[in-house]
C-alpha cells in the first residue's frame, strides 16, 4: 500500500453519534446529495457519513491516480475522524472505492453494499476516450449527455428538475478531476480478486442500467464468495434516485442483517466540524441534515516515479503502450504478430515503451510533441495516426497539435507537414467529431 495521503475529501454527518458508522460513496459526477434519498431512513440507526470525491463540490481539486489512490484517501478521512470499524455503500465510481476497501482493508469494513457497480466498467478504451473529449471539448457535452446514462426516458420525461440538478452536478465538476477519474476507472479490473472479498455483500443492479449493466452484477455476485443479488426493476446507472424507496430497503435489509459489530464497540466521539458554505445542488424535494468540514491541507510535492528494474520492462512497457496507445491498437499489433515477429513486438515494448515512455525526464505530454515531430520529418504518416490519438490521451488539444504540425513545417519542409495535417486532422474529426467554432 502507498503512503496513507493526508486527507482531502468534503464529508458530512448524519445520525446519532453513538451508532454504527455507514460510509456512502458517490458516483463520478455527482455530490453526496446524490444520497438524500436515502439519509432520513438510514440515519435512523446509523452514523452516516457522505463524501465528494476531488474536484466535486468544491472539494480540493487533488485529483487521484487510481481507485486504490481514492480508497486510501476515504481511509485517511476515517483515520482523521476516529472511525476504525464501518459499513460502506457505493454507487458505481464509489462501489469500484468499496471494493477496493474491502481487499485492502478487510478488517476494517464489517459488511459492503455495490449498487450499480461493476469489477470492470466497459473497456479501458471507452473511458480514455471519454478523457479525451473533457481535456478538449470541456464537460458541457458530458454534463449534457449524463442523464442518458443515470435515468431511464421515462424517469427523464416525468422528472425534468432532477434531470436539470443532475447535469448541473457535473457541469460544475473541475474538468482535471473527472479527466483523472476516467483514467483510475480505465485501470479499474478487480475480476481476478473478487474471490477475496470475505465481507457480506449486497449487489444491487438497475435493470436498464447499460453502464454497469445486471450482467455486471450478477459477475460480482457469482466471484464475492458472500454476496447476494438484487436487481430494481424501472432503474438505470442511479438506481438509488430514480428508485429511492426500493434501494433504500434493500440497504437497511442488508445492513441490519450483516453488522457484525455490537453497537457500543462501534461508538466513537467525533470532532465539532466548522459549517461548510452552501452548496447550491442538493437534489430537488431532498433534505439531509447534519455539518460537514473541508480541511486544511497542505500540498504535497509529485515525486516521479523511478525507472522500472530491467525485468520490468516488458510489463511496464506493455501498460504504458496500451494506455497511450490504446488496447484496441495493441490488441491488433500482438494479434498480428507471429512466430517471426513476435520478437520485434517485444522489443518495441520492451524499448521504446517501458525504457523511454517510462524515463521521468519528460512527461507524456512533452513525448507526444517530440513522437509527432520525428514522425512528420520521416513521413511516417500511418503512425501518425496512432500518435494523433496517443497525444489526445496525452493531454495534449486539437489546437496544440495544430502548433507542433506547424512548427514541424518549418524544419521538416511543407510536403510532410501537410500530409501530416491531413492525416491528423481526420483522426482528430473522428476522435472527438466536427469541431465548434
Not at 442518458?148 to 425534468?160: G, L, N, S, V, Y
Not at 478487480?190 to 435493470?207: H, K
Not at 520485434?344 to 519528460?362: I, K, N, S
Request: charged share 20%; glycine share 8%.
Amino acid at each position: 500500500m502507498s503512503e496513507t495521503p493526508p486527507n482531502t475529501l468534503q464529508y458530512r454527518f448524519d445520525g446519532p453519534e453513538d451508532a454504527p458508522v455507514l460510509i456512502l460513496g458517490p458516483a463520478l459526477g455527482t455530490t453526496w446529495h446524490m444520497w438524500d434519498r436515502q439519509i432520513p431512513e438510514l440515519s435512523r440507526q446509523w452514523r452516516v457519513v457522505r463524501y465528494d470525491l476531488p474536484g466535486h463540490a468544491g472539494t480540493p481539486t487533488e485529483a487521484f491516480g487510481s481507485i486504490d489512490d481514492l480508497a486510501d484517501r476515504v481511509l485517511a478521512l476515517l483515520d482523521s475522524l476516529g472511525i476504525e470499524r464501518f459499513a460502506y455503500a457505493g454507487v458505481s465510481l464509489g462501489g469500484a472505492v468499496g471494493t477496493a476497501l474491502a481487499l485492502r482493508a478487510p478488517h476494517r469494513l464489517g459488511s459492503l453494499a455495490l449498487v450499480c457497480a461493476s469489477p470492470r466498467f466497459g473497456t479501458p478504451d471507452e473511458w480514455r476516450h471519454r478523457a479525451v473529449v473533457v481535456r478538449s471539448t470541456g464537460l458541457e457535452q458530458t454534463a449534457a449527455t449524463s442523464p442518458e446514462t443515470w435515468f431511464t426516458p421515462h424517469f427523464r420525461a416525468t422528472q425534468p428538475a432532477i434531470v436539470e440538478w443532475a447535469v448541473q452536478m457535473v457541469r460544475v465538476t473541475d474538468a482535471q478531476c473527472y479527466i483523472a477519474a476516467c483514467e483510475a476507472l480505465a485501470g479499474h479490473d478487480v475480476r481476478a480478486d473478487l474471490g477475496r472479498i470475505g465481507v457480506p455483500t449486497l449487489v444491487v443492479g438497475g435493470a436498464e442500467d447499460t453502464a454497469a449493466p445486471p450482467a455486471d452484477a450478477r459477475a460480482l455476485v457469482a466471484g464475492i464468495p458472500d454476496s447476494r443479488l438484487a436487481v430494481v426493476p424501472g432503474a438505470a446507472h442511479l438506481a438509488n434516485i430514480e428508485q429511492p424507496a426500493a434501494v433504500t430497503d434493500l440497504l437497511v435489509t442488508h445492513f441490519s442483517a450483516t453488522w457484525s459489530e455490537p453497537r457500543a464497540a462501534a461508538a466513537v466521539t467525533f470532532p465539532t466540524p466548522p459549517p461548510v458554505p452552501p452548496q447550491p445542488h442538493a437534489a430537488p424535494a431532498a433534505a439531509g441534515t447534519g455539518t460537514g468540514e473541508v480541511p486544511d491541507v497542505e500540498a504535497t510535492a509529485l515525486v516521479p516515479a523511478p525507472v522500472p528494474a530491467p525485468d520490468d520492462r516488458l510489463t511496464e512497457g506493455t501498460r504504458v503502450r496500451r494506455e497511450v496507445l490504446g488496447d484496441a491498437h495493441v490488441d491488433r499489433a500482438l494479434a498480428a504478430a507471429d512466430d517471426f515477429t513476435g520478437d520485434f513486438q517485444d522489443y518495441v515494448t520492451r524499448a521504446a515503451w517501458g525504457e523511454v515512455w517510462t524515463r521521468p525526464g519528460l512527461d507524456r505530454r512533452m513525448r507526444s510533441v517530440a513522437t509527432l515531430t520525428a514522425l512528420t520529418a520521416r513521413g511516417h504518416y500511418d503512425d501518425i495516426a496512432h500518435h494523433t490519438r496517443a497525444a489526445l490521451r496525452n493531454g495534449l488539444t486539437p489546437d496544440e497539435i495544430k502548433e507542433v504540425l506547424l512548427h514541424a513545417a518549418v524544419y521538416c519542409g511543407v510536403p510532410a507537414a501537410g500530409a501530416a495535417f491531413a492525416v491528423a486532422g481526420r483522426t482528430i474529426r473522428e476522435e472527438l467529431g466536427p469541431r465548434r467554432e
